[in-house]
């Protein structure tokens, strides 16, 4: 921190070079990329270099002399625009950039965590650890492990971790006085807070954001808690600082720094560290979504899946509930299971990732095309060969070979086999027909009752304790 008073001959800036500054903005906030812009006079010389040797990824730095020729980190970050303005011959140089947390907010990407013993603090490294001098300091999610589904939908790196924090109302506070990407989750530890004197003050109680977070996510408030205090001073302070002002211990909320008539000048937000936390994020653009997905496993009426966004990198295996047409608490109703390395949906009904279950599979492309290509016949399959068919005729119901029983509206009822047929009743079974009734075998017929029998084989013969013919 820094008690002189500092201007705007004060300010380094690499690797431009200005003959002055006139204007400067570093905005510094929780769960934003930290904003700055600088503004100033150049020379006609250099702006040729510097419009050429800006590319992708160009960084940034600036620095303040204190009163003691000491060098501060003001910023270190990542150029995002540069404009040059020429004006009678005055060359007016603008450049924009942000903390080099943004190159975590560039690219939208979709994977599942299935690995529930994972701990949020595991997941937030491995994924800032993509990112070139990375460094994570977790403060927040007290090393707590995700417990459920975690699916990362159509979001940037940012914002997913930035969701993953927000789960124990921790914010991310990134750091952009240092090269590479810098984090802290949750409020960090800074040392023993400074004492900020200064007498021209605002006081702002926003009330919305208290009801917001009390009533709408329960978080432990007081009213007091969430009172701002608005506060100018020429000292340099780091975002989420402790400082003791009018004999309470407060913290940074958000610092916005400026050049006012040649001084470089903050406006802090200070804030009670309860009120610091953030609301609860959701991804609303998950609840509807499907994934697909193939089965890997199967439990009763439970299965594993293996995601197509993850590319055959799943980390774990979560028993997913499979969705049926029917079913009851008694058991009754429909079961009907998709077999290993079918492809099915894992659907989201709202934002909460734990709610999905597995849905009905999808229409592979078959290798038998005949029997999808009438939408008038309705069939049920297994792999084995078994088959239910609804024809706008008939019913068939299919073993495997040449075992068929066919139900038509004209024909009746036809059963065939290349094997034994049974009939076993513990009662009566009554053949009848209206006109005749017909049994023939090729080899003969056997009609049997106890010690009395009928066969017929070429020829006819009875056998019993009596036999009356009449």
């Known amino acids: 921190m820094n008690k002189a008073v500092l201007t705007s001959a004060d300010l380094i800036v690499s690797p431009f070079q200005f003959e002055s500054i006139t204007e400067l903005s570093v905005v510094r906030e929780m769960n934003e990329h930290v ?13 040729d270099r510097y419009v050429e040797q800006e590319e992708e990824n160009s960084e940034i730095e600036v620095k303040i002399r204190n009163g003691e020729q000491r ?22 140089m603008t450049i924009e950039a942000q903390s080099s947390t943004m190159l975590m907010d560039i690219s939208k990407e979709s994977r599942s965590y299935q690995n529930t013993s994972r701990s949020y603090h595991q997941l937030i490294q491995n994924i800032a650890e993509q990112y ?55 409020i960090p530890d800074l040392g023993e807070p400074y004492k900020l004197d200064e007498f021209n003050y605002s006081i702002i109680k926003n009330l919305k954001e208290y009801m917001q977070k009390t009533a709408g996510e329960g978080q432990q408030l007081h009213e007091d808690q969430i009172i701002s205090y608005e506060v100018t001073s020429g000292t340099l302070l780091e975002l989420c600082q402790p400082v003791t002002f009018h004999k309470r211990k407060l913290y940074v909320y958000r610092a916005t720094t400026a050049i006012e008539n040649g001084l470089v000048m903050n406006r802090y937000e200070l804030r009670d560290k309860q009120g610091m936390g953030c609301r609860t994020i959701y991804p609303y653009e998950l609840a509807g979504a499907s994934l697909f ?14 995601l197509d966004i993850d590319h055959g990198e799943s980390d774990g295996s979560i028993w997913f509930p499979y969705s049926t047409v029917y079913s009851s608490p008694d058991g ?18 709202n934002e909460h990732e734990k709610d999905a279950f597995a849905a009905s599979s999808v229409d592979a492309e078959s290798a038998d095309t005949t029997k999808r290509s009438d939408p008038s016949v309705k069939s049920i399959g297994t792999k084995h060969g078994k088959q239910i068919v609804f024809q706008p005729g008939a ?3 299919i073993g495997n ?33 209206g006109t005749n009734v017909v049994i023939q075998g090729v080899e003969g017929v056997n009609l049997i009752q106890q010690g009395a029998n009928l066969t017929i084989a070429d020829q006819v013969n009875l056998m019993g304790t009596r036999v009356n013919l009449s």
Request: proline share 3%; hydrophobic share 40%; aromatic share 6%.
């Open 401 to 433: 070979g040449q075992l068929m029983m066919r139900l038509t509206d004209d024909g009746g009822i036809e059963i065939k086999s290349d094997k034994k047929i049974t009939l076993d009743a513990k009662e009566d079974i009554d053949i009848s027909g």
């Open 71 to 92: 060098e501060i980190n003001l910023f270190h970050g990542v150029v995002t625009k540069l404009t040059i303005d020429a004006h009678r011959n005055v060359r007016r």
């Open 132 to 186: 070139a001098g990375a460094d994570v300091v977790d403060n927040g999610t007290n090393r707590g492990s995700i417990g459920s589904l975690v699916v990362q939908y159509k979001e940037t790196d940012w914002q997913f971790i930035k969701r993953l924090a927000s789960h124990f109302h921790a914010p991310l506070v990134p750091v952009a006085s240092q090269s590479g990407v810098k984090i802290f989750v949750g």
């Open 332 to 349: 009754s109703g429909w079961y009907c299971m998709p077999e290993v390395g079918d492809e099915i949906r894992l659907y989201f009904p």
């Open 35 to 47: 904003r700055f812009s600088i503004s100033g006079i150049v020379a006609e010389d250099k702006l």
């Open 293 to 306: 997905g193939k089965v890997s496993a199967i439990s009763k009426d439970k299965v594993q899946l293996k």
């Open 395 to 397: 019913i068939e119901i």
